[in-house]
């Protein structure tokens, strides 16, 4: 079993910066895959970023491609998401999740393990 745990949202003015946070605890975390997603009132929840097991690999949705980093520090079983020149649009229920293989992926489905969300709320 893993559980993740996310913090570091909150209310932050357009243009504005935010680190996201998400600390995983059971099974080795060094082994697996990890993502963020976001989820708007009435939307789909939506891929934002993920990172392969030894940070070899990364990749963004075209939205937040430039603005936005993912990392991960293994030795602290803990994936972050920088998020830099925040708009409007960016405002969501933030989530980090685990997937139990090494190699990266887009969809939620070919996750395993979901964190409760942290709200990210980008004022104009």
């Known amino acids: 079993q893993v559980q993740l745990v996310e913090s570091g949202g909150g209310l932050v003015q357009a243009g504005g910066s935010l680190r996201l946070s998400c600390a995983a605890s059971g099974r080795a975390f060094s082994r697996y895959a990890m993502g963020w997603f976001r989820q708007a009132p009435g939307k789909e929840r939506e891929f934002v970023a993920t990172i392969s097991w030894s940070s070899s690999n990364t990749y963004y949705a075209d939205s937040v491609k430039g603005r936005f980093t993912i990392s991960r520090d293994n030795a602290k079983n803990t994936v972050y998401l920088q998020m830099n020149s925040l708009k409007p649009e960016d405002t969501a229920g933030y989530y980090c999740?685990?997937?139990?293989?090494?190699?990266?992926?887009?969809?939620?489905?070919?996750?395993?393990?979901w964190g409760q969300g942290t709200q990210v709320t980008v004022s104009s």
């Open positions: 999740a685990a997937r139990l293989v090494a190699g990266t992926a887009e969809q939620p489905a070919q996750y395993h393990y």
